[in-house]
């Protein structure tokens, strides 16, 4: 068995920049509720004609300019996303046609909304350890804005659009050092998208299809659950507080990812934040955090990073990285 490592990351956002300012003429908000109780100044919104595959080719071909090798080398394709551009096929499969993979390579897309990147990349280091793929492409790519209702204050403020990607390798050193995935179905009226084949074209209109949220409940499983989490983490491979360098959090809520390096024994600045400038992107969030720290030169090879999630399911996981 080898090991995986990430020789490449990428990211995308789209142009057109949303301010609190602007969301302020649309719903009864303001800047300074915003900032105070998520951490969002701002987030990207992609434009009319980009979808779910646009994103994840750019953060894509960004990674592999990265690890320095061409689409031709993957050999699997992995996108996490709960937007993708059509029911079928995969956005992981259009990707194999637009960025020039190899016929005959795997791909397919991953749902488990904003946890999809640390589950994709559990799924991507099995893959890898057991000989079953040797390049992979894991990307987390969204265009929440499409379901959105802009007229719900509660939910329209945190997300935005954008798609982030790593290259994983197989090596002989162990870059993924370990993971752990967990679900639990029972609370799905908390966060959810009541949208699908299961509702019919006919009940498409109105708030059907947008995202529908109990903020307050969901802000406190997620603190509590993510907190376990790190323990678990921590305890699986023999650390204690203090010992990891990076926390790259899902960037859903800044009180929430404080929350959770506090439990860490990090400082806020061992945290890497991208939430004021993004809001929460959904499966994207953790790649673009991971690029953004890894392009600004902060987070260096050998360094010990802890990638966690939670969302919709609820899922929620964990993946432990020496870089
Ligand atoms: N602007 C102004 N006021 C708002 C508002 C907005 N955008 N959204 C909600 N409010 C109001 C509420 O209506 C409520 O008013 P009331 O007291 O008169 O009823 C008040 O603010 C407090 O609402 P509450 O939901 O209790 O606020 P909160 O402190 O829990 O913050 C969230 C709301 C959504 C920011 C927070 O709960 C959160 O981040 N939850 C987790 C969300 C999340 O992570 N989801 C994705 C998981 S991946």
Same mark, same amino acid.
């Given at each position: 068995?080898?090991?995986?490592?990430?020789?490449?990351?990428?990211?995308?956002?789209?142009?057109?920049?949303?301010?609190?300012?602007?969301?302020?003429?649309?719903?009864?908000?303001?800047?300074?509720? #915003?900032?105070?109780?998520?951490?969002?100044?701002?987030?990207? %919104?992609? +434009?009319?004609?980009?979808?779910?595959?646009?994103?994840?080719?750019?953060?894509?071909?960004?990674?592999?300019?990265?690890?320095?090798?061409?689409?031709? =080398? #993957? $050999?699997?394709?992995?996108? =996490?996303?709960?937007?993708?551009?059509?029911?079928?096929?995969?956005? =992981?499969?259009?990707?194999?046609?637009?960025?020039?993979?190899?016929?005959?390579?795997?791909?397919?897309?991953?749902?488990?909304?904003?946890?999809?990147?640390?589950?994709?990349?559990?799924? =991507?280091?099995? @893959?890898?350890?057991?000989?079953?793929?040797?390049?992979?492409?894991?990307?987390?790519?969204?265009? @929440? /804005?499409?379901?959105? $209702?802009? /007229?719900?204050?509660?939910?329209?403020?945190?997300?935005?659009?954008?798609?982030?990607?790593?290259?994983?390798?197989?090596?002989?050193?162990?870059?993924?050092?370990?993971?752990?995935?967990?679900?639990?179905?029972?609370?799905?009226?908390?966060?959810?998208?009541?949208?699908? %084949?299961?509702?019919?074209?006919?009940?498409?209109?109105?708030?059907?299809?947008?995202?529908?949220?109990?903020?307050?409940?969901? @802000?406190?499983?997620?603190?509590?659950?993510?907190?376990?989490?790190? $323990?678990?983490?921590?305890?699986?491979?023999?650390?204690?507080?203090? $010992?990891?360098?990076?926390?790259?959090?899902?960037?859903?809520?800044?009180? #929430? &990812?404080? +929350?959770?390096?506090?439990?860490?024994?990090?400082?806020?600045?061992? &945290? %890497?934040?991208?939430?004021?400038?993004?809001?929460?992107?959904? +499966? +994207?969030?953790?790649?673009?955090?991971?690029?953004?720290?890894?392009?600004?030169?902060?987070?260096?090879?050998?360094?010990?990073?802890?990638?966690?999630? @939670?969302?919709?399911?609820?899922?929620?996981? /964990?993946?432990?990285?020496?870089?």
């Amino acid at each position: 068995m080898s090991h995986s490592r990430i020789s490449g990351t990428g990211g995308y956002l789209p142009e057109r920049v949303v301010t609190n300012a602007e969301l302020e003429t649309l719903v009864e908000t303001s800047d300074r509720w #915003i900032v105070e109780r998520t951490g969002i100044a701002q987030r990207h %919104v992609a +434009a009319p004609d980009q979808i779910c595959s646009d994103l994840a080719e750019a953060a894509a071909l960004e990674a592999l300019a990265n690890a320095g090798i061409g689409a031709d =080398a #993957i $050999d699997l394709v992995l996108v =996490a996303t709960s937007t993708p551009d059509h029911v079928f096929p995969s956005t =992981a499969c259009r990707l194999i046609e637009r960025l020039g993979i190899a016929s005959g390579a795997i791909a397919f897309d991953l749902g488990a909304a904003c946890s999809g990147f640390v589950y994709g990349l559990d799924v =991507a280091d099995r @893959f890898i350890r057991t000989g079953g793929a040797r390049r992979a492409l894991v990307i987390g790519a969204e265009v @929440f /804005s499409r379901i959105l $209702d802009w /007229s719900d204050r509660s939910t329209c403020v945190l997300f935005g659009d954008g798609a982030g990607a790593v290259v994983l390798e197989a090596g002989e050193a162990p870059g993924i050092l370990s993971t752990h995935l967990h679900a639990d179905g029972r609370q799905t009226p908390l966060l959810n998208v009541p949208w699908g %084949v299961a509702q019919g074209y006919e009940s498409l209109q109105g708030s059907h299809g947008k995202v529908s949220m109990r903020g307050n409940e969901v @802000f406190r499983v997620a603190v509590r659950t993510l907190g376990a989490l790190v $323990d678990e983490t921590l305890e699986a491979n023999g650390l204690a507080r203090g $010992d990891v360098d990076w926390l790259v959090p899902h960037q859903a809520n800044i009180r #929430i &990812m404080t +929350a959770t390096a506090r439990k860490l024994g990090l400082s806020t600045d061992r &945290m %890497v934040s991208t939430v004021a400038e993004q809001g929460n992107t959904s +499966a +994207a969030s953790i790649p673009l955090a991971l690029h953004t720290a890894v392009s600004d030169g902060r987070i260096q090879r050998g360094d010990l990073l802890l990638l966690e999630a @939670f969302g919709a399911g609820f899922t929620w996981g /964990s993946a432990l990285i020496r870089y």
